[in-house]
């Protein structure tokens, strides 16, 4: 089992979404709830570094950034104090009306006619066109395997993004470089994440890496962070960290290890994926993509540290909450097929799943 780390904002914060702003068409820079993994993975690893010494020295000395081999990051959660209650993004084949009634889409078979469409099956909505999806809201963990595998949408405990955050804005102007002065035109309004009140915090699963540690720095090894502060964000926004326990979320994490027995599964995305191929040509051979349900695409790059800070390649990428309905031909081998091709493995913590089992 990963150790938790519970990470809680001092101030308001903000998180890019990887989208290029032009002052020509935007005047927004928006804010996301949650940051990408990978923006706590450099947090944490910067934390380690700034905790241990003698690593932090043998680290430098090497210069050869291997973070990505000591430092393994897997699900983001945001963990309510008050009500002891871990939540993810909600699976977005689910549907709410204003009474908070939920129901489930039904993945149906294509009419043969209908060549346009990329999948065998579509997500048919509810008739009652007072039903919305649930793109912004967030579903209780406890609730994944217990009642939405089951689809007893009754039981299912889902909260508003607006539960959970506000958004403030601050004035930014665009400077000219050469004369120092404003450039005319680009004023622009940068938004702010901020938890709803003093109950929310984030907290994160984490790995270090002891026997790599053990080959490669000489059996320099260190403690797991116990508690202290570090900077997360586009700007810098200070958090305070400690070491978390949590046995609903060690409860969730080892259903997510367990076997499964069906050759029809359904795939919820429960981070930020992207993946080297087009998604229909990852799933292919033993394994056939039936149909997905996601919103629109979301942009993963960064900047490559070995590279002296220049741009990684841009993903396209599928946001937390996607829905994959995914066959396959031996389904003894389904759920390692699926690990393969969607590589849960990655050390930023992109590319996290549940499979679920049911009559899909």
């Known amino acids: 089992m990963k150790s938790l ?15 290029q702003f032009n002052f020509d068409i935007h ?4 804010s996301k709830n949650t940051p ?3 923006v706590f993975f450099g947090a944490i690893f910067t934390a380690l570094l700034a905790h241990n010494d003698e690593f932090r020295r043998a680290f430098f000395k090497k210069a050869n950034y291997d973070h990505e081999k000591i430092l393994a990051l897997q699900q983001v959660y945001l963990w309510d104090e008050k009500n002891k209650k871990a939540y993810i993004k ?3 084949d689910l549907f709410i009306n204003e009474n908070g009634d939920v129901v489930f889409g039904e993945f149906k078979k294509v009419d043969s006619k209908l060549h346009s469409l990329s999948f065998e099956c579509f997500l048919q909505c509810p008739e009652d066109k007072n039903y919305k999806r649930v793109s912004n809201k967030y579903i209780n963990i406890k609730n994944i395997y217990d009642a939405y595998a089951k689809k007893q949408g009754i039981r299912l405990e889902l909260k508003d993004e607006n539960e959970i955050f506000i958004k403030n804005y601050k004035i930014g102007i665009g400077i000219n470089k050469n004369t120092k002065s404003i450039k005319h035109g680009n004023m622009y309004r940068i938004e702010q994440t901020e938890f709803i009140n003093n109950n929310w915090s984030y907290v994160v699963e984490y790995e270090i890496n002891r026997e790599y540690l053990e080959t490669n720095y000489n059996g320099i090894d260190f403690d797991n962070l116990e508690q202290g ?3 997360l964000g586009g700007e810098n926004k200070v958090c305070k960290f400690e070491k ?7 409860k969730f994490h080892k259903k997510r290890l367990k076997e499964i027995n069906s050759n029809k599964v359904k795939i919820l995305l429960t981070s930020e994926t992207f993946f080297d191929e087009d998604v229909k040509d990852i799933f292919k051979g033993d394994l056939k993509l039936l149909g997905m349900v996601n919103d629109k695409p979301i942009h993963i790059g960064g900047y ?3 590279g002296k800070g220049s741009a990684r390649k841009m993903y396209k990428g599928y946001d937390a909450g ?4 995914v066959e396959g031909l031996n389904k003894k081998n389904v759920k390692k097929e699926i690990c393969k091709k969607i590589n849960r493995n990655n050390p930023k913590g992109f590319n996290q799943f549940v499979i679920l089992e049911g009559d899909f």
Not at 27 to 30: G, K, P, S, T
Not at 322 to 325: E, K, N, S
């Open 36 to 38: 990408y993994p990978s």
């Open 90 to 92: 909600a699976p977005l």
């Open 27 to 30: 005047e927004v820079i928006r």
């Open 304 to 306: 490559d540290m070995q």
């Open 5 to 19: 780390l519970k990470i809680k904002p001092c101030d308001n914060t903000f998180f890019r979404d990887g989208n």
């Open 229 to 231: 502060y570090l900077k």
């Open 322 to 325: 996607t829905i994959l309905l």
């Open 244 to 250: 978390h326990i949590n046995e609903k979320i060690y």
